[in-house]
């Protein structure tokens, strides 16, 4: 298995997606991802919120940006880096 030697995924932006479109461990790998904006299309009730396993692997995430409904209330406390 060869490995990827180019420049490293620093900024992804997410853009008018459903919320199950991306499998749970789909950032897992960029673990150099350093800005994340995510601009929900929609989320649909009774579908379980992928971002807390979307964002626990990225430990050099410095911004993150939600447009959108969120799958989870307003004032929840959320600790992604547990």
């Known amino acids: 298995v060869s490995s990827y030697g180019g420049p490293a995924l620093t900024s992804l932006e997410l853009v008018d997606y459903p919320e199950t479109i991306l499998p749970e461990n789909a950032l897992k790998s960029l673990i150099s991802l350093r800005s994340l904006a995510i601009r929900y299309r929609y989320i649909r009730e ?32 959320i600790n992604f880096f547990s």
């Open 46 to 77: 009774g579908i379980e919120c992928r971002l807390r396993s979307w964002l626990s692997p990225l430990r050099q995430l410095e911004s993150l940006t939600i447009i959108g409904k969120l799958c989870f209330t307003v004032g929840t406390k």
